[in-house]
């Protein structure tokens, strides 16, 4: 058996509630059809190196509709105005994905495993890190998304003995294990890990 990590840190209340709230979004995304998966999808094409409060606030400028009708010139002017970086790979990529516009009845028949497996497969534009983003997103509970503060939490608590200057699968698949000793599902260990570090909540 692995031994149990204790949390290093105390959230407040406040804070505790809103993460609350927010995996009841994401468990209300879960029941929604493709049309909502996919703008989620396209939000998480955005989030890639990049901040995630612009790629919310470019979610909500585009709307569903935008992700889906836009043409890609008109898209990468949206990005652009936001400030986003790689305006013109992010638009590419949210183009390109419409060939899986249908995303959730894609991953209705597979596991979780397989689910990712399939976003990182597919999608262009999204690693193990945004395909473990997305699926938490639309109600999945048991991946990491090891990010920089992740893996920063990881090495100044000692559970890394470096920080990876890059990451592949095996090693993503070992940073996840660690994180499962804290017996908490991920979904909720990711937002209060942000929580600590960032004072954000954010999706």
């Known amino acids: 058996m692995n031994k149990q990590f204790a949390l290093p ?5 406040t804070h505790i509630d809103t993460i609350d709230n927010r995996l009841v ?6 029941k929604k059809g493709n049309n909502e998966w996919f703008s989620e999808l396209c939000f998480c094409l955005l989030t890639a190196n990049a901040q995630a409060q612009r790629a919310i606030n470019i979610q909500a400028h585009l709307g569903v509709e935008g992700f889906l009708e836009k043409s890609e010139e008109n898209i990468a002017q949206i990005i652009k105005s ?11 990529y949210i183009v ?26 597919n ?22 998304i090891i990010d920089r ?3 920063k939490f990881l090495y100044k ?3 890394i003995t470096e920080i990876p200057k890059s990451i592949s699968k095996k090693l993503y698949f070992e940073l996840e294990n660690i994180l499962k000793n804290y017996n908490i599902k991920l979904n909720r260990l990711d937002l209060m890990i942000w929580c600590h570090i960032t004072g954000k909540i954010l999706k």
Not at 9 to 13: D, I, K, N, Q, T
Not at 25 to 30: Q, V
Not at 82 to 92: V, W
Not at 129 to 144: C, I, M, P, T
């Open 9 to 13: 840190f105390e959230l407040s209340a």
């Open 25 to 30: 979004e994401f468990t209300k995304l879960n």
């Open 82 to 92: 936001f400030g986003h970086r790689f305006h013109n790979n992010k638009a590419k």
């Open 96 to 121: 390109l994905a419409r060939k899986y516009k249908n995303i959730k009845d894609h991953l209705k028949d597979l596991t979780s495993i397989q689910a990712r497996e399939f976003i990182v497969n």
């Open 123 to 144: 999608i262009k534009g999204l690693g193990y890190k945004e395909a473990s983003h997305f699926l938490r997103n639309v109600g999945y509970e048991d991946f990491a």
């Open 149 to 151: 503060h992740i893996i």
């Open 157 to 159: 608590n000692s559970l």
